[in-house]
C-alpha cells in the first residue's frame, strides 16, 4: 500500500507555461515533505522542501505548497523551461527520520 | 567536492547468486541510504547506516544486508539473488541523515538472469 502517491506518471508542458507536479499521502504522521528530480542515467537531485508547520515554501522558479487537511502536496515550476524535463519524485519523512518515503515518480516533459 | 561514487555501475548476475554493491559518501557525511528503483514501485528506502551502525531500515528481506566502514564508505549485499532484485541501486549521503539535504549517487544497474 503505497503511503506517498503521485498519480499522475507524465505530464507535458509547453515551454513557459506552469507545470504542476501533484502529490499525495495516507499517513498523517508525515512531517516533512521533499521534491527530488532525476535525470536518466543519474541520481535524483535535491529540490525543495517543506516542513508540515509550513503551507508554502519558494525558492526561484519552484514553490511547494502543502495541505495538511487534504494530505496533499505540490509542486510549481513557473516558468517551465526544456531542461526541467526529468522524472520528479515526491518523498515524506517521519518523526524528521531517516526513512524517507517516496512517491512513483511524475515524468515531466517540457516542449519547446 | 567530489559527489557519492557508487561502483561498479552495471552488474549482470544470475539467479541464487550473491552481489555487493559499494557506495563512497561525499567527504565528511556520515550517513549513507540505500534505495531500491524499480519502474513498478518507484524509489524504495533500503536501509539507512550511520557511524557504522543501521540506524533505520525499510521493509526488505533479509537477503539484503549492509554495513558501513570507519570511513563512512558503505556496501550492500544481496544473497540469493532473484529476478525481482533486477533494478537500479541507489546511495545517497548526507552530513548526518534525517532531513538534511541527501545526495545521491549515479547507481548501480543490477540485473538478475
Known amino acids: 500500500d503505497q503511503q506517498v502517491k503521485q498519480n499522475s506518471p507524465s505530464l507535458s508542458v509547453q515551454e513557459g507555461r506552469i507545470s504542476i507536479l501533484n502529490c499525495d499521502y495516507t499517513?498523517?504522521?508525515?512531517?516533512?515533505f521533499l521534491w527530488y528530480k532525476k535525470y536518466p542515467a543519474e541520481g535524483p537531485t535535491f529540490l525543495i522542501s517543506?516542513?508540515?508547520?509550513?503551507d508554502k515554501n519558494e525558492d526561484g522558479r519552484f514553490t511547494v505548497f502543502l495541505n495538511k487537511s487534504a494530505k496533499h502536496l505540490s509542486l510549481h515550476i513557473v516558468p517551465s523551461q526544456p531542461g526541467d524535463s526529468a522524472v520528479y519524485f515526491c518523498?515524506?519523512?517521519?518523526?524528521?527520520?531517516?526513512?524517507?518515503?517516496f512517491g512513483p515518480g511524475t515524468r515531466l516533459s517540457v516542449l519547446p | 567536492k567530489a559527489g557519492v561514487t557508487q561502483t561498479p555501475r552495471y552488474l549482470i548476475k544470475t539467479r541464487g547468486q550473491q552481489v555487493t554493491l559499494s557506495c563512497s559518501p561525499i567527504?565528511?557525511?556520515?550517513?549513507v541510504s540505500w534505495y531500491q528503483q524499480t519502474p513498478g514501485q518507484g524509489l524504495q528506502f533500503l536501509f539507512e547506516?550511520?557511524?557504522?551502525?543501521?540506524?533505520n531500515k525499510g521493509n526488505f528481506p533479509g537477503r539484503f544486508s549492509g554495513r558501513q566502514f570507519s570511513n563512512s564508505r558503505s556496501e550492500m549485499n544481496v544473497s540469493t539473488l532473484e529476478l525481482g532484485d533486477s533494478a537500479l541501486y541507489l546511495c545517497?549521503?548526507?552530513?548526518?541523515?534525517?532531513?538534511?539535504?541527501?545526495?545521491f549517487g549515479p547507481g548501480t544497474r543490477l540485473t538478475v538472469l
Open positions: 545517497a549521503s548526507s552530513l548526518t541523515g534525517g532531513v538534511d539535504e541527501q545526495f
Open positions: 517543506i516542513s508540515s508547520i509550513k
Open positions: 567527504s565528511g557525511h556520515r550517513s
Open positions: 499517513n498523517s504522521m508525515f512531517d516533512y
Open positions: 547506516y550511520f557511524s557504522e551502525t543501521q540506524r
Open positions: 518523498a515524506a519523512i517521519m518523526n524528521y527520520g531517516q526513512n524517507f518515503v
